[in-house]
């Protein structure tokens, strides 16, 4: 509690990337006596943070789902995050401490970032970091990012081709991102610029459903049910011994 206004705080509660023993030793201290538990919830995977963190949570937790839309227009989605501020400041006002739980790190494309901005100006914020699903994708095929003074750059599926394509060319490592819907047109990408026959996906990265395949052995055409939605691909083609596929 914050000892100025009284009020509680919302500690952002990085969950990690899927299994449950990869929590923090703060983060489970915490979310073991945290009296609010408030979590997103989507469409697939609706309540992933919270599956996640489940076994670490007090029974006597009250459980705050946030409702959050997945589309394309934003405006659903602020709306949302506007509303879950407004419930969690009820909490906070009320001098009870709040956990928001978030896959992989808050800050790290996180939704937790989006109550920031809404939160700060009222109550005290505190961050638990956690593991991202991009050093567990690199942990689950044993493989280094990049070495040295190599360029290792983090690109969201979403940006356009015109967009990807220049930042491809300039880098010897990347990862792909929030592949989903997006996954045909990256890998045809990939292949253009030189990172195809190298990169791996990996799908549910440290969970009961994580699967590693090599990019080159998904069959060009895949039905919508085998296309890799939670997905990361790591590509390299440096200098160093694991760029030779």
Request: net charge negative; aromatic share 6%; charged share 20%.
């Amino acid at each position: 509690m914050n000892p100025e206004n009284k009020t509680g705080t919302l500690h952002l509660v990085g969950v990690g990337p899927g299994d449950p023993e990869l929590l923090t030793l703060k983060a489970a201290r915490l979310l073991a006596t945290a009296p609010v538990i408030a979590y997103p919830s989507t469409g697939e995977d609706s309540a992933l943070a919270f599956e996640i963190a489940r076994e670490h949570l007090s029974p006597a937790a009250a459980r705050l789902p946030i409702s959050i839309p997945m589309s394309v227009e934003r405006g659903p989605a602020q709306a949302a995050y506007d509303a879950a501020a407004a419930i969690i400041l009820t909490h906070l006002r009320a001098g009870r401490d709040v956990a928001y739980l978030c896959e992989g790190d808050p800050l790290f494309y996180g939704s937790a970032m989006y109550l920031v901005a809404r939160i700060a100006p009222h109550a005290a914020i505190a961050t638990i970091p956690g593991i991202t699903s991009l050093t567990a994708a690199a942990a689950a095929i044993s493989r280094p990012l990049a070495a040295r003074n190599e360029l290792l750059k983090i690109l969201p599926a979403p940006l356009s081709d015109a967009e990807l394509r220049p930042e491809l060319e300039a880098t010897p490592a990347a990862a792909i991102i929030k592949v989903g819907r997006h996954f045909d047109r990256i890998r045809a990408l990939l292949g253009e610029t030189g990172h195809a026959a190298n990169a791996i996906v990996v799908e549910h990265a440290t969970s009961t459903r994580q699967r590693i395949t090599r990019l080159a052995d998904f069959a060009q055409e895949l039905g919508d049910y085998e296309r890799p939605y939670f997905s990361t691909i790591l590509c390299y083609r440096g200098a160093e011994a694991w760029g030779t596929p």
